[in-house]
């Protein structure tokens, strides 16, 4: 039973250290829109063509249905919009 439980915590302990890596190397590559309210928070990571990843706190993000606007707007055009919806309707800032 302890060689068991060993070895199921050495898998947990590998999977939550890969995704942990995936993270930090999608966060490294990608830029980033880091908007802060007194609302909650929010970086959106993203490429020239897509949202990459994000991280919220007391906010919630649709990552696969902005994926499709950011998808049909551009980019770019969508991370001007987003930053212009969170300052008017949190009175946060954004920055690149």
């Known amino acids: 039973m302890k060689k068991f439980l060993m070895i199921f915590g050495g898998i947990v ?15 490294a590559t990608s830029k980033k829109l880091v908007c802060k309210s007194e609302k909650g928070n929010i970086t959106i990571m993203y490429n020239e063509k897509t949202i990459t990843g994000y991280t919220a706190s007391n906010l919630t993000y649709d990552m696969d249905a902005q994926k499709a606007v950011a998808k049909d707007m ?3 055009a969508y991370i001007n919009e987003f930053a ?6 949190t009175t946060g800032s954004c920055t690149k």
């Open 13 to 27: 302990l590998g999977i939550i250290i890969l995704f942990l890596v995936i993270f930090l190397i999608v966060s």
């Open 74 to 76: 551009g980019m770019e």
């Open 84 to 89: 212009n919806w969170f300052t008017t309707y």
